[in-house]
C-alpha cells in the first residue's frame, strides 16, 4: 500500500522502517528540512539501535523516501500515517499545533479519500474534534476516515518493540478502515484490539499509567527497605514472580524520565480535571518521581559530609539507555539539583556530549571521574554495570558510588575499596 508518514521523529522514522519492511511504499515527510537532507544522505537523525541500517536499506531499494514536500505527499497518498509530536503546555494540557498545522493542511488538499491514522498520543476525545475540524472545514464525510492508532514502542528497543507488538489498538467507527489497518499490519501476526476512536486514546494513557504507576510504587518502597536495611531487588524479584504482578517496570531508582510518561500523565490528569474527576494516584506518582532525585542526593550529601563545593561524576544523561534522548531525563534533573546544591558536575553520556546547562564533558568515562568525590551511576548504560573499578578509585578524590539505577554488583564495588551506596541496598 502507499502510505505518507508525517512526522520523522522516534515513532515516524521507525514505523517507516517497519512498514517499508513490511512491503508497502513509504513517502516520510518532516517540516525539519534538516533532519529530511541527514536521512536522504543515509543518516538517521535519532540514535535507535538497527533503524539507521534499516532506512538505508529500504531507501536503497526503493521502497521508502524522504521529503519535505507535505503537499505532494497529502494529494497523492491515499493513506496518511500521522506521528508528529504533541507535547505538554506548563499546565499539563497537550500542545496540538503540529496535529492542527497538518490538518490544516489534509483540508486544502482534499480531492480523493483519505485514509488518516493518528499514530501520536493524544488527549481523550481530540480523534473526534480533528474529525470535526476537518467537516467544519468544508470537508465532505465521504472523503475521509480517521482511525487512531496508538504507538507503545519504547526508546532504545523500538526497532524490536514495533516489529513484535503484544497488540495493535484501532480505534475508529469506520469497519472499512478497520479492515484497511489490519491488512496494513497483517504479517506482524500481533492480535488487534478494535475499539473506539476515544477506546484508543485511552488505552493509550491507561497503559503508560500503570507503568509509571508501578516504578513510583516501587521507589516509594525502596525508601521503605532503606530504614529496615533490606534489598529492594530481592522485593522486585519476589513479587515479580507472581503472575497477577509480573516482573517487569519494578526496577527502582533516580526514577521515569522520556518524552512519555511525564507528559503523558500530565496530560491525562489535565483531561480528568476538565471533566472535574479527582486523580489521586496520579498525583501521587508524579510526586513520587519528582522526590526521588532528592532524595537520592539527601542520601549522597549525609555519605560524604555535604555537597557544597564537592566534584561530583555523573555517569549517563540520557533518559534510558541505548537513545540518544534527554528529554525529562533524571540524568539531567539530578544534575542541575547538584549544581543548585554547590556542586561542580562533570559528566560522561556515550550519546549526549552538549547539554543546555553548565556541567562539564569529559571524553571518556574514567576521565569523568578523574579528582571526583563521588560518582553517580544515573543511567543504566551496559558499559557503567561492570567498569574496571580500581580504575575509577585510582581516578577519584573519594570513593563513594552511588548506585542511581540499583543495575551495579556491590560487591564488585567493595572488592575496589569504594564505598557502595543505593538506596533500598544494604
Ligand atoms: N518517542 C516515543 O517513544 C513514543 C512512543 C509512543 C508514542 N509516542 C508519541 O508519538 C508522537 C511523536 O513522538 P516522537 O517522540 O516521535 O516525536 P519527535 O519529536 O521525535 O518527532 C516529531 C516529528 O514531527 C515533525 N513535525 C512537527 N510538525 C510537523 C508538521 N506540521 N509536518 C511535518 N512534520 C512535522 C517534527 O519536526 C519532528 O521531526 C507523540 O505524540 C508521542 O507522544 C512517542
Ligand atoms: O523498571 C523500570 C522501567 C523503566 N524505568 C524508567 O522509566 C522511564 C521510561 O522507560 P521506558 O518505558 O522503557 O521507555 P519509553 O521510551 O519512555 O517508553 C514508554 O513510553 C512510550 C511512549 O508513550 C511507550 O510507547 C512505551 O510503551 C513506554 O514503555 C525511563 O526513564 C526508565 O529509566 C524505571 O525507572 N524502572
Same mark, same amino acid.
Given at each position: 500500500?502507499?502510505?505518507?508518514?508525517?512526522?520523522?521523529?522516534?515513532?515516524?522514522?521507525?514505523?517507516?522502517?517497519?512498514?517499508?519492511?513490511?512491503?508497502?511504499?513509504?513517502?516520510?515527510?518532516?517540516?525539519?528540512?534538516?533532519?529530511?537532507?541527514?536521512?536522504?544522505?543515509?543518516?538517521?537523525?535519532?540514535?535507535?539501535?538497527?533503524?539507521?541500517?534499516?532506512?538505508?536499506?529500504?531507501?536503497?531499494?526503493?521502497?521508502?523516501?524522504?521529503?519535505?514536500?507535505?503537499?505532494?505527499?497529502?494529494?497523492?497518498?491515499?493513506?496518511?500515517?500521522?506521528?508528529?509530536?504533541?507535547?505538554?503546555?506548563?499546565?499539563?494540557?497537550?500542545?496540538?499545533?503540529?496535529?492542527?498545522?497538518?490538518?490544516?493542511?489534509?483540508?486544502?488538499?482534499?480531492?480523493?479519500?483519505?485514509?488518516?491514522?493518528?499514530?501520536?498520543?493524544?488527549?481523550?476525545?481530540?480523534?473526534?474534534?480533528?474529525?470535526? +475540524?476537518?467537516?467544519?472545514?468544508?470537508?465532505?464525510?465521504?472523503?475521509?476516515?480517521?482511525?487512531?492508532?496508538?504507538?507503545?514502542?519504547?526508546?532504545?528497543?523500538?526497532?524490536?518493540?514495533?516489529?513484535?507488538?503484544?497488540?495493535?489498538?484501532?480505534?475508529?467507527?469506520?469497519?472499512?478502515?478497520?479492515?484497511?489497518?489490519?491488512?496494513?499490519?497483517?504479517?506482524?501476526?500481533?492480535?488487534?484490539?478494535?475499539?473506539?476512536?476515544? $477506546?484508543?486514546?485511552?488505552?493509550?494513557?491507561?497503559?503508560?499509567?500503570?507503568?509509571?504507576?508501578?516504578?513510583?510504587?516501587?521507589?516509594?518502597?525502596?525508601?521503605?527497605?532503606?530504614?529496615?536495611?533490606?534489598?529492594?531487588?530481592?522485593?522486585?524479584?519476589?513479587?515479580?514472580?507472581?503472575?497477577?504482578?509480573?516482573?517487569?517496570?519494578?526496577?527502582?531508582?533516580?526514577?521515569?524520565? $522520556?518524552?512519555?510518561?511525564?507528559?503523558?500523565?500530565?496530560?491525562?490528569? +489535565?483531561?480528568?480535571?476538565?471533566?472535574?474527576?479527582?486523580?489521586?494516584?496520579?498525583?501521587?506518582?508524579?510526586?513520587?518521581?519528582?522526590?526521588?532525585?532528592?532524595?537520592?542526593?539527601?542520601?549522597?550529601?549525609?555519605?560524604?559530609? $555535604?555537597?557544597?563545593?564537592?566534584?561530583?561524576?555523573?555517569? $549517563?544523561?540520557?533518559?534510558?539507555?541505548?537513545?540518544?534522548?534527554?528529554?525529562?531525563?533524571?540524568?539531567?534533573?539530578?544534575?542541575?539539583?547538584?549544581?543548585?546544591?554547590?556542586?561542580?558536575?562533570?559528566?560522561?553520556?556515550?550519546?549526549?556530549?552538549?547539554?543546555?546547562?553548565?556541567?562539564?564533558?569529559?571524553?571518556?568515562?574514567?576521565?569523568?571521574?578523574?579528582?571526583?568525590?563521588?560518582?553517580?551511576?544515573?543511567?543504566?548504560?551496559?558499559?557503567?554495570?561492570?567498569?574496571?573499578?580500581?580504575?575509577?578509585?585510582?581516578?577519584?578524590?573519594?570513593?563513594?558510588?552511588?548506585?542511581?539505577?540499583?543495575?551495579?554488583?556491590?560487591?564488585?564495588?567493595?572488592?575496589?575499596?569504594?564505598?557502595?551506596?543505593?538506596?533500598?541496598?544494604?
Amino acid at each position: 500500500m502507499d502510505i505518507c508518514i508525517v512526522g520523522a521523529g522516534y515513532v515516524g522514522l521507525t514505523t517507516a522502517a517497519l512498514l517499508a519492511e513490511l512491503g508497502h511504499s513509504i513517502h516520510c515527510i518532516d517540516k525539519d528540512i534538516s533532519k529530511i537532507k541527514l536521512l536522504n544522505e543515509g543518516k538517521s537523525p535519532i540514535h535507535e539501535p538497527g533503524l539507521e541500517e534499516l532506512l538505508r536499506k529500504n531507501q536503497q531499494n526503493g521502497k521508502l523516501i524522504f521529503s519535505d514536500d507535505r503537499e505532494a505527499c497529502f494529494l497523492n497518498a491515499p493513506i496518511l500515517l500521522i506521528a508528529v509530536g504533541t507535547p505538554s503546555k506548563p499546565n499539563g494540557d497537550t500542545k496540538l499545533t503540529a496535529l492542527k498545522s497538518v490538518f490544516e493542511q489534509i483540508s486544502r488538499n482534499i480531492s480523493s479519500h483519505k485514509l488518516i491514522i493518528i499514530k501520536s498520543t493524544v488527549p481523550p476525545s481530540t480523534n473526534e474534534w480533528l474529525h470535526q +475540524y476537518l467537516i467544519k472545514s468544508g470537508v465532505d464525510a465521504t472523503l475521509f476516515d480517521i482511525v487512531s492508532n496508538p504507538e507503545f514502542l519504547r526508546e532504545g528497543s523500538a526497532v524490536y518493540d514495533s516489529f513484535h507488538p503484544d497488540k495493535i489498538v484501532i480505534g475508529s467507527s469506520s469497519p472499512s478502515a478497520i479492515e484497511t489497518v489490519k491488512k496494513i499490519y497483517e504479517k506482524l501476526n500481533a492480535p488487534y484490539i478494535e475499539t473506539s476512536l476515544t $477506546g484508543a486514546e485511552l488505552m493509550k494513557y491507561a497503559s503508560n499509567a500503570f507503568l509509571a504507576t508501578k516504578i513510583s510504587f516501587i521507589n516509594e518502597f525502596s525508601r521503605i527497605c532503606d530504614q529496615y536495611g533490606v534489598d529492594v531487588n530481592e522485593i522486585s524479584t519476589s513479587i515479580g514472580m507472581d503472575p497477577r504482578i509480573g516482573p517487569h517496570f519494578l526496577q527502582s531508582g533516580l526514577g521515569y524520565g $522520556g518524552s512519555c510518561f511525564p507528559k503523558d500523565l500530565d496530560a491525562l490528569g +489535565y483531561a480528568a480535571r476538565k471533566r472535574r474527576i479527582k486523580t489521586d494516584i496520579l498525583r501521587a506518582v508524579k510526586k513520587v518521581n519528582e522526590d526521588q532525585v532528592d532524595y537520592y542526593i539527601n542520601k549522597l550529601d549525609k555519605e560524604i559530609h $555535604g555537597l557544597k563545593g564537592k566534584q561530583i561524576t555523573v555517569w $549517563g544523561l540520557t533518559f534510558k539507555p541505548n537513545t540518544d534522548d534527554t528529554r525529562e531525563s533524571q540524568s539531567v534533573k539530578l544534575c542541575e539539583k547538584l549544581l543548585k546544591r554547590g556542586c561542580s558536575v562533570v559528566t560522561y553520556d556515550p550519546k549526549v556530549q552538549t547539554i543546555r546547562i553548565p556541567i562539564d564533558f569529559a571524553p571518556d568515562m574514567y576521565q569523568a571521574a578523574k579528582y571526583s568525590h563521588a560518582l553517580i551511576v544515573a543511567t543504566d548504560w551496559q558499559q557503567f554495570k561492570s567498569p574496571d573499578w580500581l580504575k575509577v578509585k585510582r581516578a577519584m578524590i573519594g570513593n563513594t558510588i552511588l548506585d542511581g539505577r540499583n543495575c551495579l554488583d556491590r560487591n564488585e564495588v567493595i572488592a575496589a575499596g569504594l564505598n557502595y551506596v543505593g538506596v533500598g541496598r544494604p
